[in-house]
């Protein structure tokens, strides 16, 4: 006789987010995911800016899962994390307090912070489109 198992999956990852940053901020949406990601290597999410707007501005963009304390970060002070102690705390707070705007369509200038929203529904909805390459090696929007 075959054993029934039964498994309920839970996860602190709870809030889908989009993040989307002009090229000239990408050094800073690196720090501040490596403030608030679980990882040494999260300064290293914003690498390409392989998205484009109708002007020619260009932008990264990640979209991920994060757990609710992900959202705290726009009321609490931040902290250096254990993978990253070293992490210039001030800095990254001067990028979340003045460069980063959340879920509205500030993205040509900020680092646009789209919560529990569809990824193709916002990329559209504020204008950008991926960059593909052509046959000849180009690239195009």
Sequence with gaps: MATEYKTEHKTEYTHRV?????EDLMSKAN????????????DQTFSTADYVDEDGGKYSVASTVVK??????????????????????ESVQDTLDNYVRW?????????????????????????????QPSEEGEVRA
């Design 68 to 89: 609710g304390a992900f959202m705290d970060m726009a009321n609490e002070p931040l902290i250096a994390p254990l993978h990253a102690p070293d992490l210039d705390v």
């Design 31 to 42: 720090q501040l995911a490596l403030a608030t990601g679980e990882s040494k290597h999260d």
């Design 18 to 22: 989009l993040i989307v940053v002009p």
């Design 103 to 131: 879920n509205n369509g500030a993205y040509k200038t900020l680092i646009s912070i789209f919560v529990d929203a569809g990824v193709p529904d916002n990329l559209a909805a504020i204008g950008i489109n991926r960059i």
